[in-house]
């Protein structure tokens, strides 16, 4: 693998970063965060006609740019770095890859171009407890008729108290299947949940006997558990890259910071022990950089060689991996983040409290270290997958 940027991917992360500079520094995440909806409408317009990031890998035949996952990744990071709040990771990490993977060509003829150009969002709604992976999938699903009926309740559901589209993960006596549904299906019913990260909105979608056609389950019957693990893995690869772009901002805020704080007549990035933490969290950062990089490229590998068996055993481990290590890396840096400011470190007007609970959240979501780690030593001993 070159893990080299082509001129093409130096330019996307080159305009990313500038573009989210100027319209997401900390006043506009800070007003963003307030709302009920946790974003801009039109800003997110501005992201989808000029910047076309919702399209990034979504095939040219369904109105995308063809990009790959590494391209995916670089937009990420950027948002990361800026917390920006909008509904570009449950459209485009979590939903977008249901479809990829899962649709047929009706499918995503139908759904892809509403998703590139922007008039629709979309996410992921599959967990039911504080479980992680398959063990949360608790809602149920029946047939009935030509179609299905689906019952249960869908916690921290990533932006579903506004995505337009639900793909619903749900249990019956074929195992997990997922379905594309509507949000304004009748029978569904959402609630936002307020958390510590308010950067990142979560929902609570109850479902009460919610029918559903047959045309709407994405993948054949049986296979739906198999698909969610694989979309659950390239959720966990795009959150380690916005992680990284998270723990480089702490450090780049905590070496601003130290570098004009003024004691004992000088500034305190010269004192020693300064140093030495501050080169511990950029250490933290490049680690984690170089998990996230490698688990994009198999990821990319994954979405244009779709069933091949060497990247299917390779996509879970490269992706328990970087989300363990970026998990870590970037609350390390958020938390060293505060204790380099001083006292301010946890005050309303500095930011670095927004990097610490986004950071704390993100660790949570789809799987804390520890439950990866325990995938990876199963994996190493032949019993996972």
């Given at each position: 693998?070159?893990?080299?940027?082509?001129?093409?991917?130096?330019?996307?992360?080159?305009s990313a970063e500038s573009f989210l500079a100027d319209v997401s520094d900390s006043a506009a995440v800070r007003a963003a965060m307030a709302t009920a909806l946790g974003h801009d409408p039109e800003l997110?317009?501005?992201?989808?006609?000029?910047?076309?990031?919702?399209?990034?890998?979504?095939?040219?035949?369904?109105?995308?740019?063809?990009?790959?996952?590494?391209?995916?990744?670089?937009?990420?990071?950027?948002?990361?770095?800026?917390?920006?709040?909008?509904?570009?990771?449950?459209?485009?990490?979590?939903?977008?890859?249901?479809?990829?993977?899962?649709?047929?060509?009706?499918?995503?003829?139908?759904?892809?171009?509403?998703?590139?150009?922007?008039?629709?969002?979309?996410?992921?709604?599959?967990?039911?407890?504080?479980?992680?992976?398959?063990?949360?999938?608790?809602?149920?699903?029946?047939?009935?008729?030509?179609?299905?009926?689906?019952?249960?309740?869908?916690?921290?559901?990533?932006?579903?108290?506004?995505?337009?589209?639900?793909?619903?993960?749900?249990?019956?006596?074929?195992?997990?299947?997922?379905?594309?549904?509507?949000?304004?299906?009748?029978?569904?019913?959402?609630?936002?949940?307020?958390?510590?990260?308010?950067?990142?909105?979560?929902?609570?979608?109850?479902?009460?006997?919610?029918?559903?056609?047959?045309?709407?389950?994405?993948?054949?019957?049986?296979?739906?558990?198999?698909?969610?693990?694989?979309?659950?893995?390239?959720?966990?690869?795009?959150?380690?890259?916005?992680?990284?772009?998270?723990?480089?901002?702490?450090?780049?805020?905590?070496l601003a910071y130290t570098a004009e704080r003024q004691q004992f007549g000088r500034a305190i990035a010269s004192f020693q022990a300064i140093k030495h933490r501050a080169a511990d969290m950029m250490l933290e950062v490049e680690c984690a950089r170089s998990a996230a990089w490698y688990a994009a490229c198999v990821a990319e590998e994954a979405l244009a060689f779709n069933?091949?068996?060497?990247?299917?055993?390779?996509?879970?481990?490269?992706?328990?991996?970087?989300?363990?290590?970026?998990?870590?890396?970037?609350?390390?840096?958020?938390?060293?983040?505060?204790?380099?400011?001083?006292?301010?470190?946890?005050?309303?007007?500095?930011?670095?409290?927004?990097?610490?609970?986004?950071?704390?959240?993100?660790?949570?979501?789809?799987?804390?270290?520890?439950?990866?780690?325990?995938?990876?030593?199963?994996?190493?001993?032949?019993?996972?997958?």
């Amino acid at each position: 693998m070159d893990f080299a940027f082509s001129d093409e991917q130096e330019m996307i992360r080159e305009s990313a970063e500038s573009f989210l500079a100027d319209v997401s520094d900390s006043a506009a995440v800070r007003a963003a965060m307030a709302t009920a909806l946790g974003h801009d409408p039109e800003l997110w317009q501005r992201v989808c006609r000029e910047m076309v990031w919702p399209a990034i890998h979504i095939p040219e035949q369904y109105g995308g740019l063809g990009l790959g996952f590494v391209e995916l990744a670089i937009l990420l990071e950027q948002m990361g770095r800026r917390l920006f709040c909008s509904p570009f990771f449950s459209t485009a990490c979590l939903a977008t890859p249901a479809l990829l993977l899962g649709g047929n060509d009706e499918q995503k003829a139908h759904w892809l171009p509403q998703l590139a150009e922007g008039s629709l969002t979309a996410t992921l709604a599959y967990a039911s407890n504080n479980r992680s992976g398959l063990d949360a999938v608790q809602a149920s699903v029946r047939a009935e008729g030509a179609g299905f009926v689906i019952d249960g309740v869908l916690r921290q559901v990533v932006d579903g108290h506004s995505a337009g589209l639900l793909i619903v993960a749900a249990r019956g006596r074929e195992g997990i299947g997922l379905f594309a549904v509507p949000a304004d299906t009748p029978g569904i019913s959402r609630r936002l949940v307020p958390t510590l990260d308010q950067t990142r909105k979560l929902a609570e979608v109850s479902f009460s006997q919610v029918v559903v056609p047959a045309e709407a389950r994405l993948g054949a019957a049986g296979q739906g558990g198999e698909l969610l693990e694989r979309v659950l893995q390239l959720a966990c690869v795009a959150l380690a890259a916005e992680q990284v772009g998270g723990a480089q901002q702490a450090l780049d805020l905590t070496l601003a910071y130290t570098a004009e704080r003024q004691q004992f007549g000088r500034a305190i990035a010269s004192f020693q022990a300064i140093k030495h933490r501050a080169a511990d969290m950029m250490l933290e950062v490049e680690c984690a950089r170089s998990a996230a990089w490698y688990a994009a490229c198999v990821a990319e590998e994954a979405l244009a060689f779709n069933g091949d068996k060497r990247i299917a055993a390779e996509l879970p481990l490269a992706a328990a991996l970087a989300k363990a290590r970026c998990s870590e890396a970037f609350f390390q840096c958020a938390a060293e983040s505060i204790q380099l400011h001083g006292g301010v470190g946890f005050t309303w007007e500095y930011d670095p409290h927004l990097y610490f609970k986004r950071a704390r959240a993100s660790e949570a979501l789809f799987g804390a270290p520890s439950w990866h780690r325990e995938r990876i030593a199963a994996a190493l001993l032949g019993e996972y997958p």
